[in-house]
């Protein structure tokens, strides 16, 4: 593998970091301006990332380093398979949500919508650092700024509702970073004398020969430190989460957040340790068990929600799970599967969190108990919600298919049948959780705007209220229909992120 030196991979985090300060600047005053920053910064984000992908592909990763802190660790950024591909879903699905969220904000009236903006660029800055770390330390401070960045969104409602979700979602991300991360990184560092990423892991042989205990220990306080990747017992955060409006829980679930947890699970397995050397270790047996209970368990408590922010939000836990068992199955196909799954579930799953916020907007429902007959009010938005649940469940030319095809060779590769197993199961469960939504909306009848719960739903974020006319907001339907064709579109050629998943395996 080449190295080269370019600034390219420090560009996108600048680029959200100066539509912060223009998004400020502008203000409430002039909203036009405000939005027009953040989609213009988005579009030049992606140019940036795309100028990076054909120099990776070739087999070069592209390096710049800020500053040296102490030998061993700098502020140092680069553009390899793995950063390209996390950083290429974000831009785009950053667009669709920027626009997703004019809709969302007007249409409803949000307060605090600079604030919103603000603190949503600069959450993609953070995750654009996170993605382009060279290592260990730098990554951390992303990491840990994402979560700072993303408390004001979660708790926009300012309601004591909206504060007590945040508080938690803050509680879980930054306790488990001081009780498990910071220790971990530290261990690591004396240990190897380096937090750098390296293909084949950092940890010289002879610690790896006489460190085997500690090295057990070490990888799953980075598995729990990582709380972002919502692996259970620290999944109670994601719910909790939901309290916020509907573009928050999509950048939650899609485009940043949990997606930056299983991205840094996945640097360790790679970059960290080394699957060859990991192959030997009984804490991957234990990682594999708990992505399997993960897996099965979210997606049995996702059966039992009917607000439809809760279910999706279960179904997140869930399908983030698929990423870390790609992960540790430690073969080709199984590594495959894990790293494309980052995109597939992305484009899938903020389609489905997209069709939630426009049927609360258009019809004010929060409940899959309420969606009798919607698709005949709400065509697109039902279709769209459709194209994704397939995505989800893994049905043949969508790209959640993919994700499971090779996850499956993947567990035949290593001999394991209770992964077999969890991955046919979970996907009558995931049919299970999503198949009555489609036939409510699609195959009965409608029956209304009146709300029969009335009230306030914990979970979804939203105040309700009745309307008659329904109407699908135009600036809401078309980010979820291109992120619907985009899931599909991952079905049927999904060239592109296989072979970006194979240069990560090599």
Known sequence: MH????????????????????????????????EFWSIAAGVVKLAIVSMMIPEVLSGTNLEFTLFHVMPGIDVKFRADALGVLFASGASVLWILTTIYSIGYMRGHGEVNQTRYFGCFAGALSATMGVAFSANMFTMFIFYEALTIITYPLVAHKDTEEARAGARKYAFYLLASAKAFLVAAIVITYNLAGTLEFQGGGIFPELVRQHQTPILNIVFLMYLYGFAKCAIMPLHGWLPAAMVAPTPVSALLHAVAVVKTGVFTVLRVIFFIYGTDYLRGLEATDIALFMSCFTIVVASIIALTRDNIKARLAYSTISQLSYIILGGVLLTASGVIGGVIHISNHAFAKITLFFCAGSLYVSAHKTEVSQLDGIAKKMPLTMVAFTIGAMGMIGVPLFGGFVTKWYLLLGAMERDSLLVVAVLLSSTLLNAGYFMPIIYR??????????????????????????????????????????????????????????????????
Do not use: C, W
């Open 441 to 506: 909306a699609f195959f009965k009848e409608y029956k209304g705007d009146h709300d029969p719960h009335g009230g306030h739903h914990i979970l979804h974020g939203d105040t309700q209220g009745g309307h008659e006319d329904i109407r699908e907001n135009p600036f809401m339907v078309v980010p979820l229909m291109i992120t619907a064709i985009l899931s599909i579109l991952g079905g049927i050629f999904p060239d592109f992120i296989v072979t970006l998943a194979s240069e990560v395996f090599r």
């Open 3 to 34: 190295t080269e030196t370019s600034i390219l991979p420090l560009l996108p985090i600048l680029v959200s970091l100066v539509a912060v300060v223009l998004i400020i600047k502008t203000g409430k005053e002039r909203p036009n301006l405000r």
